[in-house]
Structures are given as C-alpha cells and as structure tokens.
C-alpha cells in the first residue's frame, strides 16, 4: 500500500505598511519552519494508519506568525474544511506548538497549510 502526505500552503499578510518580507518570502519562510515537522507529521499519520490501513483525508490548518516574535500562534485545525479524524487533526497540530522564525518580521503573517492524507 502506498500512503501519502501532501502539504499545501496559503499565506496572507495583515497589518501595517512596513517595508519587510515580500508576500512570496514569507510563504517561503513559513514553509521551511513547517517542514521542520515533516516527520512528527507523518508519526500522526501513522498513527492513524495503525488503527485503519485505509485512513485518508485532510487537515487544514490555520495560524499566525506573530510580528516581531516569529512565533507561530492561534494554531488551529479548520473543522469546516478538515476531513481526517479529529485525533489527527489534533496530532498535527500539536506538531506545530512552539515553532518561529529565526528572523521575526515587522508585520504578522495569517497562513493556511493542507495535508492530504491518503491510505
């Protein structure tokens, strides 16, 4: 059986008009502070697989990178939009509790990431 996982990535900005991160940056950023998951991601997944061999579904998270901190705060699955277990939905993101930027930005960054996971 072959399983797999794909990510996808929505970032907008909001705040002030400071000249910082271009749009495109910042997903590029966010994206590699994510990836530093990729593999207690993929741990929630298997998880899931251990119980039912044929669980699929996505998970849409939502969060903000703070201004100035970096930190990735108000980390939350989208129940409207989010398809796999609730356990999973939880399990990732948990896995996302306590990253950041190395480098914080001046305004805060509003993101949207999709799993996709198929049994």
Known sequence: MRKSIAALIVLSLAGCSFIARSTEDYKIETRKVVSTQ??????????????NPSQSG???????VEKKTGVLSNIAADPNESTAPESLQQCVTGALEGLKFDKPDRRDGDATFTWVFKG
Not at 38 to 51: E, F, P, R, V, W
Not at 58 to 64: D, E, M
């Open 38 to 51: 990729d593999g207690a991601i993929k741990a929630c997944y298997d998880t899931q697989l251990a119980s």
């Open 58 to 64: 996505t998970v849409v998270v939502k969060f903000t």
